[in-house]
């Protein structure tokens, strides 16, 4: 019940693609999604999260969709770049302690030129 | 204001060796997370602290894992009588409080040898 499954497990898009990631989480008392990228040889960086009252969110090329009933939730990254070629991860926790994490198992993006 | 700072950056202990890991929060930061990070696999949660107390240690190894983060100094992770399997990426983030955004350092990668 603590899952959070992420796919797919590695997506390659051409540049100006609109890659998507999904995320499912089994825990109905989650209630904060976060969004992280990670680069080879660094830590995870905070790019997005979303609360449950709300069915989208954006910042900047970054887009969370979510989707309460079905327990499930995306990132879509508009106008890929090669730079944002990164393993991304969705997590899900309690809002009350957003630091203890359930990571899914990651997505390794590759934007080509 | 720096970020989360981990160090070492790289650690090698040869099996039995103990590991000593370190993790200074950003500044005004009292909760700090470890994590440890498989290779190919998403991070898993270990122990949730704050100063002087263990707040959740659900992710630990009940066996030569433990931690600390006293009133003065960096949060410690302690690795006895390491083994093959311990060879992982660990992380360490912290936040301000236990509702709000986790930033994450740049990790210890850890090789036993």
């Known amino acids: 019940q603590q899952q959070v499954k992420q796919s797919p497990q590695s997506l390659i898009v051409q540049k100006g693609g609109i890659p998507i990631i999904n995320c499912a989480y089994e825990?109905?008392?989650?209630?904060?999604f976060p969004w992280y990228q990670q680069f080879p040889g660094k830590g995870p960086a905070l790019l997005i999260a979303?609360?449950?009252?709300?069915s989208e969110k954006k910042e900047g090329r970054f887009t969370i969709s979510f989707n309460k009933s079905a327990k499930q939730f995306s990132l879509h990254i508009m106008d890929s770049q090669p730079g944002d070629s990164a393993t991304y991860f969705c997590?899900?926790?309690?809002?009350?302690?957003?630091?203890?994490?359930?990571f899914g198992q990651g997505t390794t993006l590759q934007v080509k030129p | 204001n720096a970020g989360v700072m981990q160090n070492p950056r790289h650690l090698v202990r040869r099996r039995g060796q103990e590991a000593r890991l370190r993790c200074s929060p950003m500044k005004g930061h009292s909760h700090v997370y470890w994590y440890r990070q498989l290779p190919e696999e998403g991070l898993k949660f270990m122990v949730y602290l704050q100063k002087e107390n263990i707040i959740d240690e659900s992710g630990m190894p009940k066996e030569r894992f433990s931690a600390e983060f006293p009133k003065e100094g960096p949060s410690i992770l302690r690795i006895q009588q390491v083994v093959r399997g311990d060879s992982a990426a660990y992380f360490c983030a912290s936040s301000q409080t236990s509702n709000t955004e986790a930033f994450f350092g740049q990790g210890t990668r850890l090789t036993v040898v």
């Open positions: 979303i609360r449950p009252d709300v």
């Open positions: 997590a899900a926790s309690m809002i009350s302690n957003t630091g203890k994490l359930i």
């Open positions: 825990n109905t008392a989650f209630d904060y």
